[in-house]
């Protein structure tokens, strides 16, 4: 059974950082790219960014609102899927997801159950 | 554009037929997924490509797509339909991927 559980969110001022994790199971991770997607309160889903494999060189795309701040990386030995977030804004507050991609055509087939991060001084 | 549209809200009779529409110039060159979101849940592929269905998925549920507009189909709706539905596709430089506002259906 394919499992993604997220975690490190949590309460942060703004101008810190935050790193959250993801940690995969039930299928060969490092064979997928993996991404997160964001969702603030009452709104609707933001895909933030994502990292290929290592088949595809692991490289990784980001939205225009996080680029320069978040990073996404991965450690394959460890089945984790990382999300560094640097110079936190309120603006990024909400739940973040994330979710394997599948290929062509694209998708994310698996969803984790989301962790909270909440920008508040 | 980078940009999904989806009518933020549509509501249906119980049993019915409603189809929930996504538009977007990136939809000429992919195929849209489709993602339900009931509430406090994480969103759950119901949809994707052609008019694909992930394994669990009811057959009530189905996709098409012609030029710009990609549709979410729901043949009978059932009470249990009732959520939040997304669309999404990688955008026109096929680098990044782009999610429509969302579209709430209710069933009456």
Not at chain 2, 6 to 25: F, K
Not at chain 2, 33 to 53: C, D, E, F, M, T
Not at chain 2, 64 to 74: N, V, W, Y
């Amino acid at each position: 059974e394919v499992q993604l559980v997220e975690s490190g969110g949590g309460l942060v001022q703004p101008g810190r950082s935050l790193r959250l994790s993801c940690t995969a199971s039930g299928f060969t991770f490092g064979d997928y790219a993996m991404s997160w997607v964001r969702q603030a309160p009452g709104k609707g889903l933001e895909w933030v960014g994502f990292i290929r494999s290592k088949a595809y060189g692991g490289t990784t795309e980001n939205a225009a609102s996080v680029k320069g701040r978040f990073t996404i990386s991965r450690d394959d030995s460890k089945r984790i899927a990382y999300l560094q977030m640097n110079s936190l804004k309120s603006e990024d507050t909400g739940v973040y997801y994330c979710t394997r991609d599948n290929g062509d055509p694209y998708r994310f087939d698996y969803w984790g159950q989301g962790t909270l991060v909440t920008v508040s001084s | 554009s980078s940009e999904l549209t989806q009518d933020p809200a549509v509501s249906v009779a119980l049993g019915q037929t409603v189809r929930i529409t996504c538009q977007g110039d990136s939809l000429r060159s992919y195929y849209a997924s489709w993602y339900q979101q009931r509430p406090g849940q994480a969103p759950v592929l119901v949809i994707y490509g052609k008019n694909n269905r992930p394994s669990g998925i009811p057959d009530r549920f189905s996709g098409s797509s012609s030029g710009i507009t990609a549709s979410l189909t729901i043949t009978g709706a059932q009470a249990e339909d009732e959520a939040d539905y997304y669309c999404s596709s990688r955008d026109s430089s096929g680098n990044h991927v782009v999610f429509g506002g969302g579209t709430k259906l209710t069933v009456l």
